[in-house]
């Protein structure tokens, strides 16, 4: 097969890569900018080509333009909508041999710059997958042909009796954005039917009636297929027409088997079928073409299904019966949502705002009265004047990265860019969460993804209502923890977290007896690391009768230390992550010398942990880097496995997140396992009227509750106890114990609970 390659200039070194992925057949190579199609399909004629690979945008749009159906996507403005290769990596289609001249069509495959062979990690991986679809046709799933018709009255009799023999049904809802009232505006199906043929219909709804119809549909009991289907969910609740029979989530699927790869659909189908492109801007078209987008939406999940079911590995299976029945706990959380005190709502914002006032009034009296310290231009011009960066040269940044390496520097630097990031983290908290826009009648909604992390650790966001906030980041304080309260007939809040359940984690995985022995011991574990780090004796850190901190800033301080060694973190990291301000306090707590900068202060935090548990820093993550390096996977003793495809070995970014995953994912399956139980018994079982779950927020449960002892009895129910086997083979039963926080008596705010 004779193959061409249309690239820029920047894809020639990476040129005998992808002769090597192509393997036998010949690569005619073409650098040369193109200016019409003519010229494209000369050079196809001319050499007899097969089949084409494209890597310059500035093709894109000319040979898209060839495809029968492709249709130029536009801004509001009217101006046509920028296309780009990262939005069509790996799409696949066929120009027709009559608009080259001949009789055979012409395969066309679209990859992004080859530069992203060298930067991404996953790069090689994906390119060969993609680049099999010229090389290997025959090993990739056998689509079908995509149609598609409005189901309406007329026809909805005999497209019900069709479905109604199907094998696997696709399920999508669109919605309204723009409608205050969060409205589905159509919902799609399509259905796999035993001939093999698939066939996918399209319903708005404009009434009653069509809601009736829906409801029918959903009630189909051929197994349901969705796309991050808890979007859809919480929408068909809302509505009243359960989905029956969801069984499969493309967006979990994938997850499941490559973790570190994105989970959108279009992603996902080019990954697992052969002959599609991305379509995502068909439906900006209007008119018919957004129900087509819809019923594409349909197609593609069910294709992608189909391939995903067929060729996952077993341990991705696996997997998937981990994380699936994540779902329902998070949609019933998410409808439920959190009650605000309207009050303390307004008083909260009010009280941040007088804070930012104060924050910029300082500001402009030091440095200009129209200065804005949101403006990255104008901190940047201050960063220059403070001889931050010299006068030759531009600023890399104004985030907040930057800005914590660059206070570090000079007093003053300090102290104008620590008020700085303190007006930004203000103005942040306020935007993020104190907008009267978040609420929705009332309430905060939020949505939990069982698949947000790599590690399985659910992520937070705001709701598919498209308010609400991530409930799992607030920051500390009581500005927004103070407005959330218990639900009207419920007794209080509590929340039940996990004790040191990372760091026991850590210990267990990497055998590192005394860190084994401290977690088991009665000790307040970062009080005795305190001691360990620190040389200050136990006692005077920790009153063990009271059960309280003696010497809470250099217990603080020892936390912090933990928390950032446990994964690895760096002295820059962990200068950002305390801040300037944090820092210094440790240096003149620790009276460490006076010629110390701050990265030095935190590369001395940071030696204290590798001094006091060596087994974790050298013998456990050696044992990481061989064993991703041997066989690109690390299985948890939960079951989980998690395929990596960056080499610890070789960058410390991969060795962070290849150290963090083990404790974060050995630990939130047990978290995950509890929550679903305690969800299932708070539905169905003896917990049912007495608690009423909240949020999943890493390790710990939060929930409302009714009778003074009900905390205790979910507690007690976190009892899971897991075999995990260290990186010596040796066997040991773990169990991480619950704390609860429940403040005193019953606890009204979220922001009362100790």
């Given at each position: 097969?004779n193959?061409g ?13 992808i002769?090597?992925y192509l393997g036998?057949?010949?690569l005619?190579v073409c650098f040369?900018?193109?200016?019409y199609?003519t010229?494209?399909?000369m050079r196809?004629k001319?050499n ?11 093709l894109?749009p000319m040979?898209l333009?060839?495809?029968?159906s492709f249709?130029?996507?536009?801004n509001k403005?009217g101006?046509?909508k920028?296309?780009?290769?990262n ?8 120009i ?8 055979t ?5 679209f990859?992004?710059?080859l530069?992203?062979?060298?930067t991404?990690?996953?790069a090689t ?5 993609h680049?099999?679809k ?10 079908t042909d995509?149609?598609?018709?409005i189901?309406?009255a007329s026809n909805?009799?005999?497209l ?5 023999s199907?094998i696997l ?6 919605t ?5 009232l ?12 035993p001939d093999g ?12 009636e069509?809601v009736m119809?829906?409801r029918?549909?959903?009630k189909l009991?051929?197994p ?5 289907g ?6 068909f609740?809302r509505?009243?027409?359960?989905l029956d029979n969801w069984?499969y ?14 989970k ?5 189908t ?6 599609v ?10 008119g018919?073409r957004r129900l ?5 939406d ?10 995903l ?10 997997n ?7 779902n329902?706990?998070f949609?019933h ?5 959190l009650?605000?005190?309207?009050e303390q709502w307004?008083k909260?914002?009010a009280?941040?705002e ?6 910029l009034?300082?500001l ?7 200065f804005?310290?949101?403006?990255p ?11 931050v960066?010299?006068p030759?040269?531009e600023?890399e940044?104004?985030?907040e990265k930057?800005?914590?390496?660059a ?6 630097n300090?102290?104008?860019l620590?008020?700085?990031l303190?007006y930004?983290?203000w103005?942040k ?10 609420l ?9 993804n069982?698949?947000?992390t790599?590690?399985?650790r ?7 209502f498209?308010c ?14 103070s ?11 509590a929340?039940c977290?996990?004790a ?6 850590v ?5 590192c007896?005394t860190l ?9 574990y ?13 006692d005077?850190i920790w009153?063990?009768?009271k059960?309280?901190?003696?010497n809470?800033p250099?217990r603080d301080?020892?936390?912090?230390t ?5 994964y690895?973190?760096?002295a820059a990291?962990?200068?950002q ?6 820092v210094?306090e ?8 006076a ?9 001395h ?11 974790v ?19 948890s ?8 495809f ?10 962070n997140?290849?150290?963090?995953h ?9 978290v995950?396992r509890?929550?679903y139980?305690?969800?299932k018994d708070?539905?169905?079982?003896d917990?049912?009227?007495?608690v ?13 509750y009714?009778?003074?002892e009900?905390?205790?009895e ?6 899971t106890?897991?075999t995990?086997?260290?990186?010596h083979g ?5 169990f991480i114990?619950?704390d609860?926080s429940?403040?005193k008596g019953?606890?009204?705010r979220?922001?009362?609970l100790k």
């Amino acid at each position: 097969m004779n193959v061409g390659f249309f690239g820029t200039e920047e894809d020639r070194p990476y040129i005998k890569r992808i002769q090597e992925y192509l393997g036998a057949h010949s690569l005619k190579v073409c650098f040369t900018s193109l200016d019409y199609w003519t010229q494209i399909s000369m050079r196809a004629k001319q050499n007899n080509l097969e089949a084409i690979i494209v890597t310059n945008p500035l093709l894109l749009p000319m040979i898209l333009e060839q495809e029968q159906s492709f249709v130029r996507a536009f801004n509001k403005n009217g101006t046509p909508k920028t296309l780009t290769l990262n939005d069509y990596h790996g799409s696949f289609i066929q120009i027709p041999g009559y608009k080259l001249g001949r009789e055979t069509p012409l395969d066309v495959l679209f990859l992004n710059p080859l530069e992203h062979l060298r930067t991404v990690p996953e790069a090689t991986f994906v390119f060969k997958r993609h680049i099999s679809k010229i090389t290997h046709p025959e090993k990739w799933f056998p689509q079908t042909d995509f149609t598609w018709e409005i189901l309406s009255a007329s026809n909805e009799e005999r497209l019900f009796h069709k479905f109604e023999s199907a094998i696997l049904i696709s399920v999508d809802i669109e919605t309204r954005e723009d409608c205050p009232l969060r409205i589905i505006d159509m919902v799609g199906y399509c259905g796999l039917f035993p001939d093999g043929s698939t066939h996918s219909v399209v319903l708005e709804l404009k009434s009653f009636e069509d809601v009736m119809l829906m409801r029918k549909w959903n009630k189909l009991r051929a197994p349901k297929v969705m796309q991050g289907g808890t979007y859809d969910a919480v929408y068909f609740l809302r509505y009243g027409c359960p989905l029956d029979n969801w069984l499969y989530d493309t967006s979990n699927l994938f997850h499941c088997w490559y973790a570190e790869l994105p989970k959108r659909l279009d992603y996902v189908t080019a990954f697992s079928i052969r002959r599609v492109r991305f379509w995502k801007d068909d439906g900006k078209s209007g008119g018919m073409r957004r129900l087509e987008y819809n019923a594409k939406d349909c197609w593609a999940t069910l294709m992608a299904c189909c391939s995903l079911l067929l060729e996952m590995p077993d341990w991705a299976k696996q997997n998937y019966l981990l994380e699936f029945p994540m779902n329902f706990p998070f949609i019933h959380v998410e409808c439920d949502g959190l009650a605000i005190d309207p009050e303390q709502w307004k008083k909260s914002q009010a009280e941040v705002e007088g804070k930012m006032t104060k924050a910029l009034g300082n500001l402009q009296a030091w440095i200009h009265p129209d200065f804005n310290p949101s403006s990255p231009v104008q901190v940047k011009r201050l960063l220059k004047v403070l001889g931050v960066v010299p006068p030759d040269k531009e600023v890399e940044s104004s985030d907040e990265k930057f800005l914590v390496a660059a206070s570090s520097k000079h007093p003053l630097n300090e102290r104008i860019l620590s008020e700085i990031l303190e007006y930004r983290g203000w103005a942040k908290l306020k935007s993020t969460y104190l907008v009267d826009e978040k609420l929705w009648n009332g309430r905060a909604h939020y949505r939990i993804n069982a698949n947000g992390t790599e590690s399985g650790r659910g992520s937070s966001q705001e709701s598919s209502f498209w308010c609400g906030f991530n409930i799992q980041n607030i920051p500390g304080g009581t500005e927004v923890k103070s407005c959330i309260v218990v639900d009207d007939g419920w007794d209080g809040l509590a929340e039940c977290d996990k004790a040191q359940s990372e760091a026991r984690c850590v210990g267990y995985l990497s055998g590192c007896m005394t860190l084994i022995n401290l977690v088991e011991s009665d000790k307040d574990y970062h009080s005795w690391n305190a001691q360990c780090f620190f040389g200050i004796p136990y006692d005077q850190i920790w009153d063990p009768v009271k059960k309280k901190a003696i010497n809470k800033p250099i217990r603080d301080l020892s936390k912090r230390t933990n928390h950032g060694a446990n994964y690895n973190m760096g002295a820059a990291v962990m200068l950002q992550t305390m801040g300037p301000k944090k820092v210094q306090e440790a240096k003149a707590l620790l009276k460490l010398p006076a010629e110390f900068s701050l990265i030095q202060v935190c590369e001395h935090l940071l030696m204290q942990y590798a001094n006091t548990y060596p087994e974790v820093k050298k013998d456990w993550y050696d044992w990481i880097k061989r064993t991703i390096k041997l066989t690109k996977k690390i299985v948890s003793p939960s079951g989980w496995t998690r395929y990596f495809f960056s080499d610890p070995s070789s960058s410390k970014p991969a060795l962070n997140s290849s150290v963090a995953h083990g404790p974060q994912q050995l630990s939130v399956s047990i978290v995950n396992r509890e929550f679903y139980s305690i969800w299932k018994d708070s539905v169905y079982g003896d917990l049912r009227g007495r608690v009423r779950l909240k949020a999943h927020i890493h390790d710990s449960i939060f929930f409302a509750y009714r009778g003074f002892e009900t905390p205790e009895e979910v507690r007690k129910r976190m009892n899971t106890t897991i075999t995990v086997k260290d990186i010596h083979g040796v066997s040991r039963n773990m169990f991480i114990p619950s704390d609860v926080s429940r403040g005193k008596g019953y606890a009204k705010r979220w922001s009362e609970l100790k």
